[in-house]
């Protein structure tokens, strides 16, 4: 129900102070200057604690499933070909393939200065897919052609190290 009493230049006066206050905040919380957001940087779980101290000694290292050889990738308790729980980790080669990508202009949270960047998922020698970003690569995509060979690399980030991927022999 309409209040006739409030002629409706109150009212759109209230709603135009209601913006000039929002205005004056944003102007306010921009000359304190808001802290630069950080990265999310991944917490081990007791599951995947192996998986994160390798990447630490720079080897990348999956769960090969006892049962039935399925090498799987992320770690898991069980093996989600046929539920054994008997899972063994092996350390992968490093090699894989360019799978699928994009190229992200919209930077997530902490990533504002890495725009843009390569969002890849590989598919690793041993078969299962990876999502990771590529490094040392022209970011463009005549330069990124789908099955290309990729190589794993490591790069710290928040005291966790990270396996990124690179094109093949990029190493010296
Ligand atoms: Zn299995």
Not at 31 to 58: C, E, F, N
Not at 101 to 115: R, S
Not at 128 to 138: A, D, G, H, I
């Amino acid at each position: 129900m309409i209040d006739e009493t409030v002629p409706i230049w109150s009212v759109k006066q209230a709603i135009l102070r209601c913006h000039v206050s929002r205005w004056r905040r944003a102007i306010h919380h921009k000359r304190r200057g808001s802290p630069m957001p950080v990265k999310d940087i991944p917490i081990p779980t007791p599951v995947t604690q192996p998986y994160w101290d390798a990447l630490d000694r720079h080897e990348l290292m999956i769960q090969r499933c006892a049962q039935c050889s399925a090498a799987n990738f992320y770690p898991r308790l069980a093996c989600p070909s046929c539920g054994s729980r008997r899972i063994d980790w092996v350390r992968a080669s490093g090699r894989a393939s360019l799978h699928s990508y994009v190229i992200n202009h919209v930077p997530a949270p902490g990533f504002e200065d890495e725009v843009p960047y390569v969002i890849a998922i590989v598919q690793l020698e041993e078969g299962p897919r990876m999502m990771t970003n590529l490094r040392e690569v022209v970011i463009a995509p005549e330069a990124l052609p789908l099955d290309m060979a990729l190589e794993v690399t490591f790069e710290g980030c928040g005291g966790r190290t990270l396996p990124m991927f690179r094109p093949a022999g990029t190493a010296a």
